[in-house]
C-alpha cells in the first residue's frame, strides 16, 4: 500500500505498475520460487550516519550458526541492525522446499547443541535453539569492527 502519509517515499519504492522496488536482486526459478541473490545497494546507512557493510556480517553470522542458510541483515536508516535468519530446508527433486523438513546436515549441528527439533516449527519455538543464536550473534558482535555493526 505504501509508506503510512509519506507520498515521496511509496513513489520512490513502488512504481506505476505496482511493483515494490525493494532493492534485492533475485531470481525465480521454473517453479515460481523467488531466490534473493544479493543487493544492489551492498551498503546499510544507519540513522546515525555509519555505513554498514551487510555481507560480512551475514556471513559471519552463518559461520556461527552452521543450520541457518541464509542471513539478511536490514537496517537501513535504522537506529540499530537486525537480521532475518532461516533454517537450511531439505528439498525435494525438483528442487523445491519440503515444507517444515529440515536438512539432515542443518539436523547434526541442532542435535550438537542439545536440541531435540525434527521441524522447523519446533527449531524456531525451540529455547534450547533461541539460545544458541543469541549467543552465536553475540560472537558475531564481538568480532564486528564497531559498534554500529552490532546486530
Do not use: W
Not at 509519506?6 to 505498475?17: P, S
Not at 533454517?87 to 542439545?114: C, D, R, S, T, Y
Amino acid at each position: 500500500m505504501g509508506y503510512y502519509k509519506n507520498e515521496k517515499a511509496t513513489r520512490e519504492t513502488i512504481d506505476e505498475l505496482g511493483y515494490l522496488h525493494s532493492g534485492d536482486v533475485g531470481k525465480i526459478d521454473e517453479n515460481g520460487n523467488l531466490f534473493i541473490t544479493g543487493r544492489l545497494k551492498e551498503l546499510i546507512i544507519t540513522a546515525g550516519g555509519e555505513n554498514v557493510a551487510p555481507v560480512l556480517i551475514e556471513n559471519e553470522i552463518k559461520e556461527e550458526l552452521k543450520f541457518i542458510s541464509n542471513v539478511m541483515v536490514v537496517g537501513d536508516n535504522r537506529k540499530f541492525l537486525s537480521c532475518l535468519l532461516t533454517f537450511k530446508h531439505e528439498l525435494n527433486k525438483e528442487g523445491q522446499l519440503i515444507p517444515n523438513k529440515i536438512l539432515p546436515e542443518a539436523k547434526v549441528h541442532i542435535e550438537k547443541i542439545g536440541s531435540k527439533a525434527n521441524t522447523i516449527e519446533e527449531a524456531i519455538n525451540c529455547p534450547v535453539i533461541r539460545k544458541f543464536v543469541d549467543e552465536g550473534i553475540a560472537r558475531a558482535n564481538k568480532r564486528a569492527i564497531s559498534k554500529a555493526q552490532n546486530i
